[in-house]
């Protein structure tokens, strides 16, 4: 998976996200991802601030909402 092609919809003093973010970076410790905060857009906001932390692949578009574990990670980023 090329650098940064994973967005992390995330937000400000997020438990859940830092949670996410422990988990993402065990799994896949040298995996580049763009933290995007949903409260820098309304549209953002709409669609992801109740469901993160959130993570979204720019190739299939596909997407892992919270929770997830390792393994649901793992295929995820397969």
């Known amino acids: 998976m090329s ?5 992390f919809y995330s937000g400000k003093e997020c438990c859940l996200c830092d949670d996410a973010e422990v988990i993402f970076n065990h799994v896949a410790p ?17 669609l992801y601030g109740a469901r993160i932390p959130v993570l979204k692949r ?19 980023l397969s």
């Open 58 to 76: 720019q190739d299939s578009e596909q997407e892992l909402g919270w929770p997830f574990n390792e393994q649901q990670l793992r295929e995820f």
């Open 30 to 46: 040298n995996a580049l991802y763009t933290k995007v905060d949903v409260k820098t857009s309304t549209e953002l906001y709409h």
């Open 3 to 7: 650098n940064s092609a994973i967005l």
